[in-house]
């Protein structure tokens, strides 16, 4: 069974912190892709990362993607609320299927 | 209506009812997508659609029945549902299953409690 761990599972912080979601498996991806969910709507395609090493950045967002395709990184800088929702990773493997994490359920602060 | 559009939003059924969960995509996608979102467990696909034609049912039980009739549109038929098929049911399409990327686009849900 393949499978993507994302941790942590929770976070709760305060507004300003930085911090950092990491998501991994032991298979290789051909990409990876990054989503938010707010409570009572669907998830939200953030960002999707091709290339072994990719950074791609999104405002205060940083996305990683690890060098042999099978890890990547969410990193924020100075949460804000607004950054408050359900952040799920997903990876391609060139089919109609996407292997999902479980979520990092994250709050800030104010 | 932009994107992708589910209802009803929130759904209450018994045991016994027949009910059906409706998507519409406006994004003009090849293909189609229902999953199952439980707490703190990943997204559970259930089916999928390419060009109107099921590709993918992961093993689901019989009492849930999709419909694909066009490449905008997509049901799942619900009967006979127990307790622990309540959940966030969520609708997807994406523009090419195939491409490799396979981003998708999703609905915003419906909720459903089976008492």
């Known amino acids: 069974t393949q499978l993507l761990e994302q941790s942590p599972q929770f976070l709760s912080i305060q507004e300003g912190e930085n911090l950092t979601v990491y998501c991994n498996s032991s298979?290789?991806?051909?990409?990876l892709q990054w989503y938010r969910q707010e409570p009572g709507e669907g998830p939200v395609l953030l960002v999707t990362?091709?290339?072994g090493g990719e950074v791609k950045k999104l405002k205060r967002l940083t996305f990683q993607f690890g060098d042999a395709r099978k890890d990547s990184s969410l990193h924020i800088t100075a949460a804000q609320p607004g950054d408050t929702g359900l952040y799920l990773c997903?990876?391609?493997?060139?089919?109609?299927?996407?292997?999902w994490g479980a979520g990092t359920k994250l709050i800030i602060k104010p | 209506e932009t994107g992708v559009t589910q209802t009803p939003r929130h759904l209450v059924m018994g045991m016994t009812n027949k009910k059906s969960l409706k998507c519409e995509q406006h994004?003009?996608?090849?293909?189609m997508y229902w999953y199952k979102q439980s707490a703190k467990k990943p997204l559970e696909l259930m089916f999928v659609?390419?060009?109107?034609?099921?590709?993918e049912n992961n093993s689901v039980p019989s009492r849930f029945s999709p419909e694909c009739p066009n490449s905008s549109h997509l049901f799942l038929h619900l009967h006979t549902l127990q307790p622990e098929d309540s959940a966030l049911y969520l609708c997807?399409?994406?523009?090419?299953?195939?491409?490799?990327?396979?981003?998708?686009?999703f609905g915003p849900g419906t909720r459903l409690t089976v008492l």
């Open positions: 298979s290789v991806f051909s990409s």
């Open positions: 997807a399409s994406s523009q090419d299953r195939t491409s490799g990327l396979n981003e998708q686009f």
């Open positions: 997903a990876g391609a493997r060139g089919n109609y299927q996407l292997i």
């Open positions: 994004l003009g996608h090849n293909a």
């Open positions: 659609y390419s060009l109107e034609e099921r590709v």
């Open positions: 990362v091709v290339t």
